[in-house]
């Protein structure tokens, strides 16, 4: 927004809504937003780190494998992804199984 004073707000927002949350000296923030929000969208990341007990399977063979969880952000490690969603593809690129995990 380039001239805050010039806001106007009505209908729905205008009576209980987001205007009256924000502060009286609120101003957006300036410039380039592009790093702050990579900031912010960094505390999101997560990997997923998935180990097996062998570098291949053969057709019908039982796979065993364990995952972990990184975080960017650790604060926050305890209230993202709580499901683990595996899938199993085929040479011919084609889910064969699928499984979540808690």
Known sequence: MLNPKLLVVTGDMASMGLVNQLPLD???IAGDV???FEET?????EKTYVH???PYYYPGERIW???YM???YQPWRDSLSKTLYVELINPEKEIVLRKQYE
């Open 70 to 72: 990184n975080y960017y």
């Open 41 to 45: 969208m960094l505390r999101f990341y």
């Open 34 to 36: 592009t790093e702050a």
């Open 65 to 67: 494998f364990k995952a």
């Open 26 to 28: 609120y101003e957006p």
């Open 52 to 54: 097996t007990d062998k």
